[in-house]
């Protein structure tokens, strides 16, 4: 297990303080004048992994339009084979909104049929 105390040598899931959801959402990622059509493949508080056709460079910073919840400012924080993972610039300003909205709209909606 690695050292809490240096984070400088974790990794993308190592560093992860955050419970992921795994969802099924569309969205829209505005970068550079640009909008890019996406889907969420999961989310947390402080970001989500995207997945879409051609993915930005690492660094980039944008706006993600989650449909149903609103937008949220990102930065690449990965970029790979049409995905990337991003983090929320801000989450301390939507985090709360966000995990209650994911709780309640979204993860109730994904119950197995009986």
Avoid: H, N
Avoid at 28 to 34: A, K, N, P, Q, R
Avoid at 39 to 58: F, K, V
Avoid at 61 to 78: N, Q, R, S, T
């Amino acid at each position: 297990m690695p050292d809490l105390d240096d984070t400088k040598q974790l990794t993308g899931a190592e560093r992860r303080r955050e419970k992921r959801y795994q969802v099924e959402l569309k969205g829209m990622v505005g970068l550079d004048g640009e909008i890019f059509p996406v889907r969420i493949g999961d989310l947390s508080g402080s970001g989500a992994l995207l997945l879409m056709d051609a993915p930005p460079e690492t660094g980039a910073v944008g706006d993600l339009w989650i449909e149903g919840f609103g937008d949220v400012e990102i930065k690449i924080m990965f970029s790979g084979d049409a995905m990337c993972g991003v983090m929320f610039t801000r989450p301390a300003e939507c985090r709360d909104r966000l995990l209650r909205w994911l709780l309640e709209e979204v993860r109730p909606q994904e119950a197995p049929a009986a």
